[in-house]
């Protein structure tokens, strides 16, 4: 009894011994993730998911036991990080294995008609349908005329010419240039490195807020730069009521 004992205190990991491995795992899983590239996040693969749950589970598994080396920990994670990025740059290179690996596109909705065909191959009812629907805010089928199911299980959609919204083309209407607003104060911070790219300076920041009502940076919430529009300010009072 006490020699079983002492090799399940032996089998525990020690807290120490949890939190290299935690680190660890941490920093590599956010490399692996950096490696991928920002689409891999987005855009979910079936094949991506798998991948996602196997880094998971060769993490946990390792962190919680303690007759796993660290440096397993790391070669494990390492080998697949690695598996993963030349599968994503195969896939980039050879076309034949797109289809294979990350799935076809499946037009749901053809000419206005749903395909049951469709619906059945992808193991979707007509309320799951109906739910992709709702959150691409398209909330009766007679609008649409193509509902696209992506590999990634999001609904790309084309509406019927006279469900869709009015553009500027339409209305013949002057086409005027847009910009990015330009965020220039956060909590009563002034982003210095926003304001340089402006070509603004602080004192001008200063007087455009004096002619605002207000005497410095401290009261405002959130202030941003659109041009054409000016300065739009957010004051602090709105943060405290909304506390």
Do not use: C
């Amino acid at each position: 009894m006490k020699t079983y004992s002492l090799e399940r205190k032996q089998m525990e990991p020690t807290f120490f011994d949890m939190s290299i491995k935690l680190i660890l795992g941490f920093f590599m899983l956010f490399l692996v993730t950096r490696l991928l590239g920002k689409t891999t996040i987005k855009q979910l693969t079936p094949f991506d998911f798998v991948s996602a749950i196997v880094l998971s589970e060769l993490l946990g598994n390792g962190v919680f036991e303690s007759n796993v080396p660290l440096h397993y920990i790391a070669f494990s994670i390492i080998l697949w990080g690695l598996l993963m990025v030349v599968m994503e740059n195969s896939l980039l290179k050879y076309k034949s294995l797109r289809g294979t690996l990350e799935g076809k596109p499946s037009i749901v909705i053809r000419n206005g008609h749903i395909d049951r065909k469709e619906l059945k191959k992808n193991r979707m009812n007509i309320n799951q349908l109906l739910s992709l629907l709702r959150q691409s805010e398209v909330f009766s089928v007679r609008e649409v005329a193509y509902a696209i199911l992506e590999s990634n299980g999001e609904m790309s959609i084309l509406k019927k010419s006279k469900y869709k919204k009015v553009t500027i083309g339409d209305l013949n209407l002057k086409v005027t240039s847009i910009s990015l607003p330009v965020s220039l104060i956060l909590d009563g911070e002034i982003l210095e490195e926003n304001l340089r790219e402006l070509g603004f300076t602080r004192p001008w920041l200063t007087n455009q807020l004096s002619a605002l009502g207000y005497p410095n940076s401290q009261g405002v919430l959130y202030a941003e730069w659109l041009d054409g529009d000016g300065l739009y300010v957010v004051p602090m009072e709105m943060k405290n009521r909304a506390e």
